[in-house]
């Protein structure tokens, strides 16, 4: 029940753009919305705030005009962006669903193979975290002050001071 409130909030949402576009149009003495009037009515208030309450999966005004502008003509009449709006706003019928799965072609069978993929990268990651974790367990044991029997020569030789970390040089003479 909530949801077709919502939707027939949308849909009143949508006609009130309608009658923005169409007096605004009237005003210019023209018949078709371009994708610069689209963008240009966001400066106004209650079209932007229409506009936010509709929450288009599409928020830039580019976007949605090419969205909106299914011939691509670079313009669309009130009407069109009437009807094309209206669909963005209504819930997904059975007949949109199978479309979208046609339209797709062969989803199942790529989503399941990206599935396995995924599973094959997870239990690399895995093996790697253990990897790094082993590594920086025995790099921790060697950067240990209080352990100065090192196994490896020149850590345990650092370790006992006889041989000392460059001195890093002093700052540049050029800077920025």
């Known amino acids: 029940h909530a949801s077709q409130i919502r939707v027939t909030e949308d849909v009143e949402t949508v006609a009130s753009l309608r009658t923005y576009f169409e007096a605004s149009?009237?005003?210019?003495?023209r018949t078709?919305?371009?994708?610069?009037?689209?963008?240009?009515?966001?400066?106004?208030?209650?079209?932007?705030?229409a506009f936010k309450q509709l929450d288009l999966p599409l928020t830039d005004?580019?976007?949605?005009?090419?969205h909106l502008d299914k011939n691509r003509k670079g313009a669309i009449t009130v009407e069109e962006f009437e009807h094309h709006l209206r669909?963005?706003?209504?819930?997904?019928?059975?007949?949109?669903?199978?479309?979208?799965?046609?339209?797709?072609?062969?989803?199942?069978?790529?989503?399941?193979?990206?599935?396995?993929?995924s599973d094959v990268l997870m239990d690399q990651m895995d093996t790697l975290r253990d990897l790094l974790e082993?590594?920086?367990?025995?790099?921790?044991?060697?950067?240990?002050?209080?352990?100065?029997?090192?196994?490896v020569a020149e850590v345990g030789l650092r370790q006992k001071g006889v041989i000392y970390n460059p001195i890093p040089p002093g700052p540049p003479r050029y800077t920025r």
């Open 87 to 117: 669909n963005m706003v209504k819930p997904s019928t059975a007949l949109d669903v199978c479309s979208l799965t046609a339209s797709i072609g062969g989803s199942v069978t790529y989503v399941s193979r990206m599935g396995r993929r």
């Open 61 to 66: 005004m580019k976007e949605l005009f090419r």
């Open 25 to 29: 149009l009237l005003l210019d003495d």
């Open 134 to 151: 082993t590594s920086y367990s025995e790099l921790g044991r060697l950067a240990d002050p209080h352990l100065v029997t090192s196994p």
């Open 32 to 49: 078709t919305i371009t994708e610069r009037e689209l963008r240009d009515a966001q400066f106004v208030p209650a079209v932007a705030k």
